[in-house]
């Protein structure tokens, strides 16, 4: 059976930032391999309606395998700002492709770097 973490689990972290570039501050739970040898790094998205909780399932089985894991929680949910533009929830392809600077900003600020 596959352990799944449970709210104020002390294995996983509750980590706040702010990205520069959107100026829109993010939580997200960070969990890191216990021996600290890491492979990689999973991020796990989730979708409308749900929270960053709702990958408790997969995150200390990820973290276990060697991957320090970032499970953000989108905007308007769980301590993440929520924006009253609606065009704020809204980001196009180019916007993607042409901003990565800002999901490398946010991983190196408090992942690559924690």
Known sequence: MVEKIEPNDKRVTTERV?????GHTYTYLLAKP????????????????????????QILFLRDLGYKVVVPNMLGYAGTDAPTDPKEYTVSWSQMTNHHSVR????RIRVDSA
């Open 18 to 22: 702010k990205v520069p570039t959107s």
């Open 104 to 107: 490398y900003t946010f991983f």
């Open 34 to 57: 216990e021996d600290q040898n890491t492979i990689g790094t999973a991020v796990l998205l989730h979708g409308f309606p749900d929270l960053a909780f709702g990958w408790r399932n």
